[in-house]
């Protein structure tokens, strides 16, 4: 059973810059899609990232300013940056597995980590 | 890339059947039929219940099903059991390659 775990730092100043990673375990990272989605209290889903575990990206148009993901194999890892955080970026954070060749759905995600950004 | 458009607010009484409507464009839900459906129960992690707008996973119960029509997808729960209420969100992969979820429904047993 593929598990996912995100670890991040609660809470944030603005204009700092946010770091999550998400440790897979379970199951290997290759040869898989992972992504970033984050929920806003009180608010809906909104998908941020995926990553090929080789290494190619997508990203929402939105963020993708703001946004860097990246993986690392060998810790069973995927990581994300935001920069330039706001009180908009407050959000739980989830990491899923991204099913792809021809499915196209999130089937494992973390329990969710929330960030808070406050001054 | 704009959210999906569901229902705020369901309701039905436990035995009744409803459906949650997700609506969106040419370029996301009636693009491909690759649109799926998750559970979010309060703090709990998302669980998907439908994808390939049909499709239920392994261990999902059978009271749960989707179809689509055109730019309009819709999940589909017969039977409706206590244990169903939660929040549903629809997400769908996009003509260009990206993702996009619906705003969410929260569904009430009565």
């Known amino acids: 059973q593929v598990q996912l775990q995100e670890s991040g730092p609660g809470l944030m100043k603005p204009s700092e810059t946010l770091s999550l990673t998400c440790t897979v375990s379970?199951?290997?990272?290759?040869?898989?899609?992972w992504s970033w989605i984050r929920q806003p209290p009180g608010k809906g889903l909104e998908w941020v990232a995926y990553?090929?575990?080789?290494?190619?990206?997508n990203y929402n148009p939105s963020l993708k300013s703001r946004v860097t993901i990246s993986v690392d194999t060998s810790k069973s890892q995927f990581s994300l940056k935001l920069s330039s955080v706001t009180a908009a970026d407050t959000a739980v954070y989830y990491c899923?597995?991204?099913?792809?060749?021809?499915?196209?759905?999130?089937?494992?995600w973390g329990q969710g980590t929330l960030v808070t950004v406050s001054s | 890339q704009s959210a999906l458009t569901q229902p705020a607010s369901v309701s039905g009484s436990p035995g009744q059947s409803l459906s949650i409507s997700c609506t969106g464009t040419s370029r996301d839900v009636g693009g491909y039929n690759y649109v799926s459906w998750y559970q979010i129960h309060p703090g709990k992690a998302p669980k998907v219940v439908i994808y390939e707008v049909s499709n239920r996973p392994s261990g999902v119960s059978y009271r749960f099903s989707g179809s689509k029509s055109g730019t309009t997808a819709s999940l589909t729960i017969s039977g409706l059991q206590a244990e169903d209420e939660a929040d549903y969100y629809c997400s769908a992969y996009t003509t260009s390659n990206a993702l996009v979820f619906g705003g969410g429904t929260k569904l009430t047993v009565l």
């Open positions: 899923a597995r991204f099913m792809t060749s021809g499915l196209y759905y999130f089937d494992y």
């Open positions: 379970g199951g290997s990272i290759n040869p898989y899609y």
């Open positions: 990553i090929y575990s080789s290494g190619a990206t």
